[in-house]
């Protein structure tokens, strides 16, 4: 066993017929290729050596056949029962046909739905029973051998649990019933220790009652069954022994004549302590055919002396509950909608993997389940549809299942009256001829009752339905058929073929009453074939992929809704499905579609996103990581297009290309990175909207020589980071509590420019300060080719380039000259200086507040006057050309003083609002005594944390969804803690938002830092690493003031934690100065 779920070695999965084989292995494939079956277990489709072989012969066959496979993959030539030694092995039969569901019980679909599922796909009976064993019931047994019947809904409370300590023998499962319901199933008689002292079926209520437990219930028989390692090795040994032998396919092809035999009334029964032998070998099994009555007695005699010593025991787990799926049509519908205590192991749901247009018209307790239904399509209560494609206006009353039905349908629907009645497409295959059969019945009819008793077709009297249509007997039943053998099941009802012309719903649905022209004669032109016959003729491989193009069908209308509707539901699961089950070129055309008609730029950047998604997934994981270059020339007509706002022809484009790099995994994961690329463009579009909230005055341009200087705090995020990162920030909203500080008593960032006399433009930063060593980088533009590399964020000077560009002190495109331009409009150029007291990566804004010094300085320079508002737009302006991407938060944070929250709204175009927090008198100053910033030593790379964070709320993950959520209301919290002057509070709403970052962007907190903050949480209310994490600066709420020396011992008497440094913090209530300065400053004063 791994973690909380039982791994098995082999899956068996057992069914009657061997065309059903192929079908179904490729359904257990897929559900191993969805990682719902475990570690690649072998996985074996077995057809039973005869046609109701019983379930216990298909379980010694299937045992027969794991343990063949288990003994060749171990080297051995013959079968060896010690592989099963190790083994955990799960067989579950799928048992006879069923009349509600062509593909049996096992994989009929239930109308539920799992949002947490990492892949979307309809959920069968079979995944229900797979995850309840798996995870349930399962849980903790050792090795050996589990049996499911997969013919009831099982669901099991999520507290149960089951001892298996010192267990050893053969263990049955059982849940608690009703002494009324158990009159038609089976129920265990076990002793106070569990042990089974008998199997009773279908006994008289007074039997029953002696099974009664304290809680009033029955142990009822729910089909599934645990055999030990040991007494499955026993088990497999009989094989070999007749009449058992020709329970085996190794028997039939020695040419054994077949008997039947019972897992219950044959196998577990003989274990039994309250049965005699006897009464064993000499009784008859339940609901088995009457058979070879000395074989039978030979096979019980010889299970009785394999196994009559193995002890069999109980484990009764109360709250379970069990549904048996009877051949009543009324007791299927009533398990497809929505009803008190139905076995689902996940809640109902009433539209399940289907897309409405008016879900108005469904009424409470019907269900429809991946289905496509179009215009007016009202269902009342008590009725499901399934696995239809209808069209309306359709009434559908009361008591119907319709399933299977096409568009084409919904014109013959029309004009009857649906109630009460069950109407079914199938899936046929008639010697190579594929073709459509409808049947017909009534939710009340009993398909064995005789015609000539109580028998009923469509709820009447067969006799009342003769005399309505003018059918006789004879048209449905030939003359050798005894009368009393006549029923529902054997009566030639349903229309296949036709001489001269095609058939289809219409020419079964006469038989509701509404006669049309010549349907009775056409119906009986017509070539005909009862329920019995037909269900030899079912082509479950079709039907089956009937039911996966439908499903995929309704997904692309899930994803146009999803996408154009700006939905927070994730379409990940739905790409990872449809690339494992072959269906990614009609989602890349779906994707394809909306993203070249959509108004929003939003909508197509988020379906560029989810294409990149479906190039990873088909990928499967190999060819790379998803971040990296997206420049390749290959692209560059595509992205062209984009930047020019020519979205359609830019999808076109990118899909034209896409093309070509389908062949292999490096090839998809680079096209993936290209699709990204793609997107960003269309982001920076978005956040350019902000522009039109830049503002600014011509002022008098200051004269040659004169500095104007800009100085700024860094700033800490108290919380809501990564609210206000594009696209998030306009999809979501966002807020963020900002805190405007000074570092070791300095505003550690800053940016100087004056005018000069030569037309050219001087650029020289400096960073690093004190923390790395001071690194100084000088360039001289003269060319406007010189200001090419202005969107490239590693080339030298890329961002003071982009703020000459952002201020239009330059313009790039242009026929004049940068000489001309500079002289022209300013008779000269400029020298602009940048600086930074902070070491790279420090996470405390410092890359956007610079920007935002940096403009500020230039807009003053060239003579523009602006307001703070305008620079915190102006600088998500530049880093969008610059193409670093980024939100808001550093530049409200370094911008405007003090303590305050950003916000923006779920809309475009982007609009940044600050609100001043205020706060009680005194604790600003008890701010100043409590935060301290510790250099963790960590560089940080945000960039590479921005890309997983975009790539992970574009998939709308529902934990980011949520996660997202709590970052706003705790930066709301947050504010209101400031404004209560509540330190604890704070704090606790610091660790919140730590806890917050780690769930956006995991991997943000290095071991190192991890250690740091274990060392420090016993002496502080709150800490976090400033910014998206990964490294730079942690921020400390003490729980005591001025600890500054405490800390500094305790971290230097941890070990492994490097250069680590702590500085003091000041709340700076000035925000950015400005100011002239007349002396020429060679360099910066540090």
Not at 655 to 679: C, D, I, M, N, T
């Amino acid at each position: 066993m791994a973690g909380e779920q039982e791994e098995w070695t082999v899956i068996v999965l057992t069914c009657q017929y061997k065309d059903s084989v192929f079908a179904f292995h490729k359904e257990l494939e897929v559900r191993r290729d969805r990682h719902a079956l475990g570690q690649h277990p072998i996985l074996l489709t077995v057809e039973d050596p005869k046609v109701q072989v019983g379930s216990g012969g298909a379980t010694l066959n299937a045992l027969l056949v794991a343990a063949e496979h288990l003994s060749a993959r171990a080297g051995y030539t013959v079968v060896t029962s010690d592989v099963l030694q190790k083994a955990r092995i799960l067989i579950l039969h799928m048992g006879r046909d069923f009349l509600f569901d062509d593909c049996g019980r096992a994989f009929t679909c239930l109308p539920v739905e799992d949002p947490a599922a990492p892949i979307e796909a309809l959920t069968c009976n079979l995944d229900s029973l797979l995850a309840t064993l798996t995870h349930q019931v399962c849980k903790g047994s050792p090795p050996g051998v589990w049996v499911c019947s997969t013919d009831m809904l099982l669901s099991i409370p999520a507290t149960a649990e089951i001892d298996w300590h010192g267990f050893q023998g053969a263990r049955v499962i059982a849940v608690p019933g009703s002494v009324s319901y158990a009159r038609k199933h089976g129920v265990y008689l076990a002793n106070a220790q569990g042990v089974v002292q008998d199997i009773l079926y279908q006994c008289p209520e007074d039997q029953i009652q002696q099974c009664v437990g304290l809680d009033g219930k029955v142990p009822l028989v729910c089909g599934v069954v645990f055999f030990s390692a040991g007494t499955a090795e026993q088990l497999l040994a009989t094989h070999v022994v007749p009449p058992l032998d020709a329970c085996t396919y190794l028997g039939l092809d020695s040419g054994a004549p077949p008997i039947q035999l019972s897992l219950f009334f044959d196998i577990l029964l003989c274990m039994a302590q309250g049965v005699a032998e006897e009464a064993f070998v000499k009784g008859q099994s339940p609901g088995m055919g009457s058979g070879d009555a000395a074989a039978t007695r030979s096979a019980r005699s010889v299970l009785w002396k394999a196994l009559r010593t193995v002890p069999l025991t109980m484990a009764y787990i109360p709250g379970g509950r069990h549904d048996y799926m009877s051949m009543s049509a009324g007791d299927h519908i009533l398990h497809l909608t929505a009803h008190e205590g139905t076995a689902y192991s996940r809640p109902f749901c009433k539209v399940a993997h289907s897309n409405v247009a008016e879900p108005q018209l469904l009424e409470e307790g019907c269900s429809v389940t991946n289905s496509l239904l179009e215009g007016a399509v009202s269902l009342g209560p008590g009725s499901a549809i399934q696995h239809c494609c209808l069209k309306g206006p359709l009434q559908i009353h009361s008591g119907c299942l319709l399933t299977g039905l096409d568009v084409a349908s919904s014109e013959d629907l029309k004009g009857h009256l649906l109630e009460d009645v069950v109407i079914q497409g199938h899936s046929v295959r008639l010697r190579d001829i594929p073709c459509k059969v409808f049947t017909l019945s009534g939710r009340h009819d009993n398909w064995q009752s005789p015609a000539e008793d109580n028998g009923t077709y469509l709820n009447v009297p067969w006799a009342e339905l003769f005399r309505r249509t003018g059918i006789r007997s004879q048209d449905l039943w030939s003359s050798d058929t005894p009368s009393s053998s006549r029923c529902l099941l054997n009566a030639r009802l349903f229309p296949v073929l036709h001489a001269s012309e095609p058939l289809g719903l219409g020419d079964i649905l006469w038989l509701l009453g509404s006669l049309g022209a010549g349907q009775p004669q056409r119906w009986r032109a017509s070539w005909r074939m009862s329920w019995e016959e037909l269900r030899t003729c079912l082509d479950q491989e079709m039907e089956l992929a009937s039911r996966k193009a439908l499903f995929f069908l309704q997904a692309q209308s899930k994803i146009r809704k999803v996408l154009t509707e700006h939905s927070s539901c994730s379409l990940l699961p739905l790409i990872r499905s449809a690339v494992i089950e072959g269906y990614q070129e009609a989602v890349l055309k779906t994707l394809d579609e909306v993203a070249s008609t959509a108004s929003d730029p939003g909508v197509a950047a988020r379906s560029l996103a989810c294409i990149a998604d479906v190039l990873a997934c088909m990928a499967k994981g190999k060819g790379g990581l998803r971040s990296g270059p997206a420049a390749n020339k290959a692209w560059a007509s595509a992205f062209q297009q984009l930047e020019r706002g020519n979205i359609p022809e830019g999808v076109k484009e990118l899909a034209k290309e896409r093309k070509k790099w389908l062949s292999r995994p490096v090839l998809l994961v680079r096209a993936a990175r290209h699709y990204e690329g793609a997107e960003q463009i269309l982001i920076r579009q978005a956040v350019m909207s902000s522009c039109q909230f830049i503002s600014v005055q011509p002022v008098e341009l200051p004269p040659v020589g004169l500095w104007v200087q800009v100085e700024c705090p860094a700033r800490v995020d108290l919380s809501g980071g990564w609210s206000d990162t594009p696209p998030i920030t306009y999809e979501h909203g966002g807020a963020v509590v900002d805190l405007a500080i000074l570092v070791d008593g300095h505003r550690p960032i800053g940016a100087q420019a004056r005018r000069i006399t030569e037309p050219e433009l001087r650029l020289v930063s400096a960073s690093g300060g004190g923390l790395e060593g001071e690194v100084v980088a000088e360039l001289v533009c003269r060319q406007l080719e010189d200001l090419q590399d202005h969107c490239q964020p590693h080339a030298p000077g890329a961002l003071l380039k982009a703020a000459f560009i952002c201020t239009r002190v330059v313009t790039l495109h242009s026929q004049r000259t940068l000489r001309d331009q500079l002289e022209e409009r300013f008779g000269g150029g400029f020298e602009l200086r940048t600086w930074s007291r902070l070491p790279h990566g420090s996470g405390l804004g410092t890359s956007s507040i610079l920007a935002g010094a940096v403009m500020a300085a230039l807009y003053q320079v060239s003579g523009q006057s602006t307001s703070t508002e305008s620079l915190i737009h102006a600088v998500l302006h530049l880093e969008q050309v610059l193409t670093t991407g980024g939100g808001w938060q550093d530049q409200v944070g370094g911008l405007v003083p003090g303590l305050k929250i950003g916000r923006s709204k779920a809309q475009l175009p982007l609009k940044v609002e600050v609100e001043q927090i205020a706060i009680p008198e005194g604790f600003r100053h008890a701010l100043n005594e409590h935060l301290l910033l510790v250099y963790t030593g960590k560089t940080r790379l945000a960039r590479n944390l921005l890309q997983d964070v975009l790539r992970n709320w574009y998939a709308r993950l529902p934990a980011i969804v949520q996660n997202t959520n709590a970052l706003v209301s705790n930066a709301e919290e947050c504010a209101r803690a400031l404004q209560q002057g509540n330190l604890a509070l704070l704090g606790k709403c610091m660790s919140n938002y730590r806890l917050q970052k780690k769930a956006m962007a995991p991997g943000c907190e290095p071991l190192v830092v991890q250690c740091m903050m274990e060392a420090l949480q016993p002496h502080v209310y709150g800490q976090s690493l400033a910014g998206a994490g990964g490294g730079g600066f942690l921020y400390v709420l003490t729980r005591q003031p001025r600890m500054q020396e405490a800390l500094q011992r305790i971290l230097a008497e941890t070990e492994g934690l490097g250069n680590f440094s702590i500085h003091t913090v000041e709340v700076d209530a000035a925000g950015f100065q400005m100011r002239l300065l007349e002396e020429d400053l060679p360099c910066v004063e540090q």
